[in-house]
């Protein structure tokens, strides 16, 4: 079984409008991290949300985590040009080792 | 903000030689990771270490490899005998304690031919 699986795989929309992304897990976790990666760039981290936690916000970014689906979503509010990169879920079984999903491709148009 | 530093940034090695990538983690971090990212595949773990010992390590995490923390800033990789399936991003990543945020550097692209 896959853990952290990001969905859809591409999502294409236009500036302005909202973006969301799910991940769905299999095992239970302690927290679940989102990251952002642009082109052959470096992993750079969003938003850090606990088992206990059902929802944090950050900037224009709101994510959700339901413990008893497994699943959590990324909104991105008022999407920009600028947010073009590829999303990814992380989950923390343990309290250190991470497990990526393969990602969501955002394609922002202006 | 404080930011982990990888170096090389792209390096590109004959299959069969040794590579080491270094890294300079968060100052005030214990907690250092290495993973990789083969071209269009998941970002996978590797290593995690603590307290100058490795403390998790995967299957892909074989002997060829090894890491290093040799003075009080640096963290390395070291691969002894590179193979063309190494080819991949490699990135370095720490956290202040186990369960939080753990901060990713840029990558070091290393190219096996």
């Known amino acids: 079984s896959q853990q952290g699986e990001e969905d859809p795989q591409a999502l294409s929309i236009q500036e302005g409008e909202n973006a969301t992304m799910n991940c769905s897990y299999k095992?239970?976790?302690?927290?679940l991290q989102w990251y952002r990666q642009n082109s052959g760039r470096g992993l750079v981290h969003l938003i850090l949300?606990?088992?206990?936690?059902r929802e944090k916000h950050s900037g224009r970014l709101r994510v959700t985590l339901d413990t008893s689906k497994k699943s959590s979503s990324l909104l991105i509010t008022a999407s920009r040009a600028a947010d073009t990169a590829s999303y990814f879920c992380?989950?923390?079984?343990?309290?250190?080792?991470?497990?990526f999903g393969k990602g969501t491709m955002l394609l922002v148009s202006p | 903000e404080p930011e982990v530093t990888q170096t090389p940034s792209h390096q590109v090695t004959q299959m069969g030689q040794e590579v080491i990538l270094r890294c300079v983690p968060i100052?005030?971090?214990?907690?250092f990771y290495w993973y990789r990212q083969i071209l269009g595949q998941k970002v996978e773990f590797l290593v995690s270490?603590?307290?100058?010992?490795?403390?998790?390590k995967s299957e892909i995490f074989d002997d060829q490899f090894s890491v290093e923390r040799p003075d009080g800033s640096n963290f390395t990789l070291k691969i002894r005998s590179t193979k063309l399936e190494d080819s991949a991003m490699y990135f370095c990543?720490?956290?202040?304690?186990?369960?939080?945020?753990?901060?990713f550097g840029e990558g070091s692209w290393l190219t096996v031919v």
């Open positions: 100052s005030n971090h214990l907690y």
């Open positions: 270490f603590y307290n100058n010992e490795i403390s998790e």
């Open positions: 992380a989950t923390a079984r343990g309290y250190s080792t991470l497990t």
């Open positions: 949300i606990r088992s206990n936690e």
């Open positions: 990543a720490s956290s202040e304690t186990p369960g939080n945020t753990i901060y």
């Open positions: 095992t239970s976790i302690n927290n």
